[in-house]
């Protein structure tokens, strides 16, 4: 049986902060400072990766690299690559509710290329230079897809006019790598700074008894510098465009399925090569989480493709992945790791087996589980121990906005019954009540859910562009009422983080020792 635990989902670019959007600055250290006092051992968050169109955290330039928009400034003026003065009178967005990306992303360059023409001026640090041997593999080819990318208008590599850089041909490489070294030099540099900050707040985080929870994308964007740079590795034309796109079948959902249009893995030749990119992949995600949640797991044992220019996903088909080979691989090589398999979906017996072969804990979300006529395996009465259990993820409602637009009457009745929801009780109560009393070993409640906040506070729906991933959190709904209720239901249902008990004891300890000197 595995250890009682929990933990809030929060991503980055949803804490407070003054500069348009949340970052890795002092909001997120209080955060953590938050959860330390309810006794949490797990802060979740989306992917870290820089975003594309739609600024979906699931559509990244690249595989390995950071957002940049998620640095702070004010670290950067501690540090003394900013001053006060380079920060005044710009507007990043009145909204400290909602993030404007239109505004970040345009306020925000010119900013940062004043940082790293200082790092440049002042004489680049060791750690730059470390930074960039440890991950020469993916860094320099993540720079030169931006700067070019950027020269080109941001155009996807695949609408590039220059067919020679499309084909990354050596001389064309060489000509465009002299041309732009200084955009090059840029967001190589600002990469470090993303990574140095990230790393010093998972050291702060670690050494405080918590734990980061990643998310990993289960495919790569189109338009990102993996795809550019490993075509092979992807079903492709002969000019290195998707052949074929992922997506998920029509359901009871929606009729003509989700057509993702991202680009669908060449496993045959990923065999071949003994999945190396996915062995790089996690073994760079496990050096910024403590555990890493892989979004659309069921992928890895079968996928629905869909041929390239089709406007639904009506017409894809099923297609078999190794997946008990690849973590078979992974496995030989990294040896066990910290996963929880996103199982949610069409979960079919070979999903199942290859989650209980591999011992990943899969999800189960409260929200799929008020039907009542049925028996669902959501509900927690049929939860196991190794599942993550969740109020809802990134793609859903929160609980007030569930309950409001999208529960029945007959779903309300079973919801109140279920849960002994008493008079007076919010359903936010009475499904955080079912959620921490869950025999699953982890509970994670969304900082929305824990808000009582609406839709208006949704952070992304599914299959839509425009509006998404914008919520953020302000200082003042963090009240003190809303600690005592995350602490009261993580201690009521034994959910206490022993690593800061035990932190506790050795700090005791420590002051023992000391006065008895």
Not at 193 to 221: C, R, S, T
Not at 419 to 436: C, D, H, I, T, Y
Request: negative net charge; hydrophobic residues 40%; contains cysteine.
């Amino acid at each position: 049986m595995k250890e009682r635990q929990s933990g809030v989902l929060l991503h980055i670019s949803s804490l407070p902060g003054k500069y348009g959007i949340g970052s890795l600055g002092q909001e997120a250290y209080d955060f953590v400072d938050f959860l330390v006092r309810t006794k949490q051992r797990y802060w979740q968050i989306l992917p870290l990766g820089p975003t594309s169109y739609g600024d979906s955290p699931y559509q990244s330039f690249s595989a390995f690299a950071g957002n940049t928009h998620l640095i702070d400034f004010d670290t950067l003026v501690a540090e003394g690559w900013l001053s006060p003065e380079d920060l005044e009178g710009i507007d990043f967005g009145h909204n400290p509710r909602e993030v404007d990306y239109a505004k970040v992303f345009v306020e925000r360059r010119p900013v940062l290329e004043k940082a790293v023409a200082n790092l440049k001026a002042q004489g680049l640090p060791e750690s730059y230079h470390r930074f960039a041997e440890e991950n020469a593999f993916w860094l320099h080819t993540f720079a030169e897809y931006m700067a070019i990318k950027e020269s080109f208008d941001l155009k996807a590599w695949t609408e590039w006019e220059d067919e020679a850089i499309r084909l990354r041909r050596p001389e064309a490489l060489e000509d465009y790598r002299q041309r732009l070294a200084d955009q090059i030099d840029y967001h190589r540099l600002t990469q470090y700074l993303f990574f140095q900050q990230w790393h010093q707040l998972k050291d702060y985080a670690n050494e405080e008894g918590i734990e980061l929870v990643g998310d990993m994308p289960i495919y790569i964007a189109a338009d990102s510098a993996d795809m550019w740079a490993n075509p092979h590795f992807f079903k492709t034309d002969a000019e290195g465009r998707p052949s074929v796109v992922a997506g998920c079948p029509p359901d009871a959902f929606s009729e003509i399925g989700q057509l993702w249009g991202n680009p669908i893995y060449d496993w045959e030749v990923m065999k071949a090569d003994g999945f190396t990119w996915w062995i790089a992949r996690l073994r760079e995600s496990f050096k910024l989480y403590d555990m890493v949640r892989i979004d659309h797991f069921i992928g890895f044992a079968s996928f629905w493709e869909i041929p390239a220019g089709e406007e639904t996903a009506v017409n894809g088909y099923r297609v078999e992945a190794p997946g008990f080979e690849l973590f078979a691989a992974i496995k030989a090589e990294l040896g066990d790791l910290n996963i929880i398999a996103e199982d949610l979906g069409s979960v079919t017996d070979k999903v199942i087996q290859l989650r209980d072969t591999t011992g990943f804990p899969g999800m189960k979300v409260l929200q799929f589980a008020f039907d009542p006529e049925g028996d669902s395996i959501e509900l927690p009465h049929n939860h196991t121990n190794n599942v993550v259990a969740y109020t809802g993820t990134h793609d859903n409602h929160t609980i007030k906005g569930w309950y409001e637009e999208e529960m029945g009457p007959e779903a309300r009745d079973f919801l109140d019954l279920y849960s002994n929801r008493k008079p007076g009780e919010s359903v936010n109560q009475a499904m955080l009540r079912l959620l921490f009393s869950s025999v699953a070993f982890m509970a994670i409640v969304t900082m929305q859910d824990l808000l009582d906040l609406g839709d208006e506070a949704r952070m992304n729906l599914p299959n839509t562009v425009g509006g998404n991933w914008v919520w953020r959190m302000t200082k003042d709904q963090l009240t003190p009422q809303v600690e005592e209720n995350l602490l009261a239901l993580t201690t009521t249902y034994r959910r206490t983080n022993k690593k800061l008990v035990e932190k506790k004891n050795l700090d005791t300890q420590k002051v023992s020792t000391v006065e008895n000197d």
